[in-house]
Nanobody, 116 residues
Framework: QVQLVESGGGLVQPGGSLRLSCIGS????????MNWFRQPPGQEREWVAT????????AFADTVKGRFTISRDNAKNTVYLQMNDLNAEDTAVYYC?????????WGQGTQVTVSS
C-alpha cells in the first residue's frame, strides 16, 4: 500500500525558511519521480516542483524558481522541499505526490503559513 507522509510545515515570518519532508512507503521509492504541490486558501491545487528518479533532475514552477529547492534521499525514502525567502503568497497546504503504476498518490498535506 503506497503511503506518503509530509511533515515540517508551520508558521514562519516573511523572508524566512522552512524545509518540508515527505516519506514514502509501499513502493520502490528510488524508481519514481516525486512531486510537491500546494493549495493556497480558496484556490486550486498547483504544482510546485518535481524531482526525477536517479539521477534526480529537477523542475520548478516559475513562482518558486530560485527560492525553493527539491532533493531526495533514496536511502531514507524521503523527498525534501527547501523553501527560502518565503512570502505571504506561499501560504498553502503543501502535498507530496507520486505516480506509481499509473495511479496518483497524495499525502495528507502539511500547512505552511507565512505571516508576521
Amino acid at each position: 500500500q503506497v503511503q506518503l507522509v509530509e511533515s515540517g510545515g508551520g508558521l514562519v515570518q516573511p523572508g524566512g525558511s522552512l524545509r518540508l519532508s515527505c516519506i514514502g512507503s509501499g513502493f520502490i521509492f528510488s524508481e519514481y519521480a516525486m512531486n510537491w504541490f500546494r493549495q493556497p486558501p480558496g484556490q486550486e491545487r498547483e504544482w510546485v516542483a518535481t524531482i526525477s528518479s536517479v539521477p534526480g533532475s529537477t523542475a520548478f514552477a516559475d513562482t518558486v524558481k530560485g527560492r525553493f529547492t527539491i532533493s531526495r534521499d533514496n536511502a531514507k525514502n524521503t523527498v525534501y522541499l527547501q523553501m527560502n525567502d518565503l512570502n505571504a503568497e506561499d501560504t498553502a497546504v503543501y502535498y507530496c505526490s507520486a505516480r506509481v503504476r499509473r495511479h496518483d498518490y497524495w499525502g495528507q498535506g502539511t500547512q505552511v503559513t507565512v505571516s508576521s
